[in-house]
């Protein structure tokens, strides 16, 4: 086999490969045994039907098969020792290559394009203008957090009256507009929860009943909106058209939680006995809270270098060559139209694939094997304590690993987070960011004033193209 590349104008080269009987008989031959041995025939024995008679039937199959095969290995053997990258695949030439006759022929040569990347290189160290917000933690989200655990952590009462922070079960009933009971309406139990309430006046009007009390409620002035009542209620959509317009509650037994008392007690129990003291509280309470956030920064952060990397221009390639591979690997036929659309929304995504693939390369950031089975695993565990299922035995649970990462989706969407997440930690230590300490309300000020800017800079351009 002999394979040369001749580089032609506009980023794009033909390679000529030369492929002689040598190169796939070998292989061809050892096919066609096996056919052999197989083969079932009419007037032979079963794996004894001649080879005269296998080359026949299969021959030509195989030995085209066989010769594909060998010529994109041979490509994409010759693209990783001369270190060539290009853009989607080596598309045939065929002006240049002529019809091959598999019947008559045994040497055979074909021509390839390729559309070549020239080399580029992706300094981190040298990209300016980028900020790294670092979300800190207010004392008054702390406060809110030690209330949650004070009450996640308290006992249940029974107070003899309602209170903004109470719950009640209840007997409601259907009420028409005139205050009327309705005599064919929905009747049932509810549980109220008054912080659940949305709306303060409706908090107000239902503090203070004792059991027994009963207040009768209009759907759309003591509700924010059908979604609230329906929930409140437990009512499917397809009750909602004829309830109410009102409903009679009936109180039954009233509840609410007394916070623990901040104590050594209660931050064993919180903190599984790490902590001790309140400020050894406020401290953990604090780091929770900040790595929570920093997984909304980090990507910010993530997005505004591949901005500035993106503004690389000696990333290059042919549109020219796109396009025929757009062309080639299209499922329907495209107009010129939308080839040339398809070809605009192909280059940015093309691009960062070629970037992406050269940070990674340049920086040897792998994802294990083990790396990908630990976030599989954190992920199940994870979604089992939200629903508050039993966390299985060790050897059960990586038998849920394993399943789980048997779906090629599930894994390619794990392997991808965990790349993303060492390509920011590679961020984070290369590029020279400018670090600006905010509140978590700070952030998304700043990030819901950036979405304004750029939904306005999008409009600017878009009347600027209409008015040409």
Known sequence: MNIVEEKLEGLVSTIRIDLGKEDYQEKVDKLLKNYQKNASMPGFRPGKVPMG????????????????????????????ENKIEIIGNALPNEELTK?????????????????IVPGFEVELEAINGVTRH???ATDEEIEKELDRIRKRFGDVSHPEQTNAESWF???????????????????????IYMNALRKKETVEKLTGLKPVDFMILDLKE??????????????????????????????????????????????????????????????????????????????????????????NPNVEFSTGFLK?????????????????????STVNPLKWHLIRKKIINGNDLEVTENEIKKYAEIMLVRTMLQYRQMIPEKKELEGMVDRLLQKDKQRDEIFEKLMEFKMIDLF????????????FAEFLDKMNSRAREHIHDENCDHDHDHSH
Do not use: C
């Open 53 to 80: 008679v296998v080359k026949k039937m299969y021959g030509k199959a195989v030995i085209v098969d066989e010769v594909n095969k060998i010529l994109i290995d041979s490509i994409y053997e010759y693209l990783r």
């Open 99 to 115: 019809d091959i006759d598999f019947d008559s022929l045994e040497d055979f040569t074909f021509f390839y394009d390729l559309g």
């Open 428 to 439: 984070i230590k290369k590029v020279p960011a400018e670090i600006l300490e905010m509140s």
């Open 169 to 191: 079960t209840a007997e409601f009933a259907e009420f028409d507009a005139d205050d009327k009971l309705k005599p064919e309406g929905k009747a049932d139990m509810v549980t």
């Open 324 to 344: 025929r591979w757009l062309v080639a690997t299209h499922e329907n036929p495209m107009n010129e139209d939308e080839l040339q659309k398809e070809a605009d």
């Open 222 to 311: 003591d509700f924010e909106d059908e979604n609230e009542y329906r929930h409140t209620f437990s009512l499917g959509k397809e009750n909602l058209e004829d309830f109410g317009p009102k409903v009679r509650i009936t109180v039954h037994e009233i509840s609410e939680i007394i916070p623990a008392e901040l104590n050594e007690e209660l931050f064993v129990e919180a903190f599984d006995e790490k902590v001790t003291t309140l400020d050894e509280a406020k401290v953990e309470i604090r780091r929770s809270i900040e790595n929570q956030y920093k997984a909304d920064s980090d990507r910010v952060f993530f997005n505004d270098v591949i901005g500035k990397i993106m503004e």
């Open 134 to 136: 670092v979300i800190v």
